[in-house]
């Protein structure tokens, strides 16, 4: 049995949601190969509108919600839900802010994808994420972010949870795929994505442009590990990037259990 304590945060997890199979299945299979070897784990996903709640059995954690989650002057009130991926042991933590934000998301289709609608779901997902791990008083070794709606989670780990006793010593590890959505996000991404411990010229400015390539760098600059889940398309955002920095603590083609239980046994030492 591993004392390895592993949080998977997602965009995305079989059968609940299968807009990216290589995503979905991924991130089922590599928990599903974890929770066998007796890592500590917990998964917190988005509740997008399209998963169907009566037919997965989602139920409200009533001691989990009601934290209040700022995007800039707004306000919502987190509901975290629960639900198990069926025939495993394996529970999964849904992040609904209680009211829907416009789409629905995780289509089929990436091409129908509204990317400027995009922007309140991640900003929501990251903060409400580390918010409700704090709530659990569960403190992981590692903090395992797959795909770019996860992208925040080190910088704020890196800034308004770096003193928390919960949170102060993880470790990150973010695996990009390809989902290189063309377009913008709405205007402000940065003030949204602002919190206490950021300081916004800082740290936000980069966001200025509110591009996905822009939102790939910043969690590039704040994660201790960065993984590609597949050869990346020539037009991603992080293929000119990862040519252009020195990245020894860069790693690459590791989407075998192995090698990502090898990584995280690695990381969670030099803590």
């Not at 063309?182 to 400015?205: D, F, S, T, V, Y």
Request: charged residues 25%; hydrophobic residues 40%; glycine residues 4%.
């Amino acid at each position: 049995m591993s004392n390895l304590k592993i949080l998977y945060a997602a965009s995305e997890i079989a059968p609940f949601s299968k807009a990216s199979t290589l995503v979905t299945e991924q991130v089922r299979q590599l928990i599903l190969a974890m929770q066998d070897k007796g890592i500590d784990l917990r998964i917190l996903v988005p509740r997008f509108d399209l998963i169907n709640e009566r037919k997965h059995r989602l139920h409200e954690v009533v001691r989990l919600s009601g934290t209040s989650v700022m995007m800039g002057p707004v306000m919502y009130q987190l509901v975290v839900k629960v639900a198990s991926i069926p025939g495993t042991r394996c529970q999964i933590y849904f992040m609904d802010p209680g009211t829907p934000f416009g789409i629905d998301t995780a289509r089929e289709n990436h091409a129908d994808y509204a990317i400027t609608d995009q922007d309140e779901r991640l900003i929501f997902f990251c903060k409400a994420t580390l918010a409700t791990v704090r709530n659990l008083e569960w403190s992981p070794d590692i903090v395992h972010c797959h795909d770019w709606m996860t992208s925040l989670i080190p910088l704020y780990l890196k800034t308004t949870w770096r003193r928390d006793r919960i949170l102060r010593r993880v470790k990150t590890i973010h695996t990009f795929y390809n989902k290189a959505f063309p377009g913008k996000w709405k205007a402000k991404l940065g003030e949204k994505a602002n919190m206490l411990g950021i300081e916004e010229g800082e740290k936000l400015r980069s966001l200025a442009s509110n591009t996905l390539g822009e939102l790939i760098q910043m969690a590039m600059q704040h994660t201790d590990t960065l993984t590609r889940a597949e050869e990346l398309e020539a037009k991603h955002p992080l293929k000119s990037m990862l040519r252009e920095r020195e990245a020894p603590h860069i790693v690459l083609d590791t989407a075998g259990v192995e090698a990502y239980y090898n990584l995280y046994t690695r990381l969670a030492k030099v803590r």
